[in-house]
């Protein structure tokens, strides 16, 4: 059947509704998502010889694609550098690199990280990690696309350097992950952008500057991941959101994309919300 042969067998554990993998040699990779699980020293051999450590991140839901054991949170220390995409691992099948993380990882420890054969390829590499043209990651292809009209650097984030929980009382002070511009819970999706990224991210919509309105609801149940004060409920941009004044804001799963398409004053379309998923979610 060939190395591009998915198998019901193997099922991604990031995409809803058993997304089925494929075999790319002793890896498995999902197409849809661009999850990757590797061994700790498939990954080693790929960051040219530096000492991976993994260091264990507590428990997680998820189960192995491949032998359908829990896995556990990680986090990555890769020679002395420690990266804060959080991760999960099984401690027989390797790292699950879910949704596009391993281009987060290696964005986090500089583009030299790539193993052998990947200067100068037009894919930055990941053909070969991959499986060839098959599998380009989501940051390969976001690379490809036209420069937008109007683009505003997103501000590095002043909370990079720590460790955030979930806001989400059901997933218990899990870790969120951070990518590029914003928070993400690998457990129940929700995500918290600060607010200098969401202002800069609206204005990129709208193409003039966008700011935040003032804080007017009252509290709420949930604590700021940064500060833990309890976050106002208030609606923003046609959502109903958890807001930190000083920090950032809490978006339920689909409530991001709905603010930011009201920000824009667009309708929804499937071509609009794709173009929306590109802005905010390739990494």
Known sequence: MGDAYRTAGYLCPSCPGGVPLREYGTRLVCDTCDGILLSVEDFAS?????EVRVIDDGGATRACPRCLRPMRGCVLAVGPRHVHTALVRCERDGIWFGDGALMAVYEEIGSGGMGP????RGDGGFGPMYGGSVGWTRAARARRLPPREHSEPVPPSELRDRRLPCPNAACEGWALRFEVSRWACDRCDG?????????????????????LPPISGGPGERRCPACASPLVVEPLEGETV??????????????????????????????RGSWLRRLFWSS
């Open 46 to 50: 790929q960051v040219r010889g530096r």
């Open 117 to 120: 054969g990947s200067a100068g």
């Open 191 to 211: 995500v918290f952008v600060e607010n200098a990224a969401l202002e800069a991210l609206a204005g990129e919509m709208t193409s003039q500057p966008w700011q």
């Open 242 to 271: 958890d807001r930190c004044a000083e920090h950032g804001v809490w978006f339920d799963p689909a409530e991001l994309e709905g603010a930011l398409q009201h920000a824009a004053g667009v309708e929804t379309s499937p071509e």
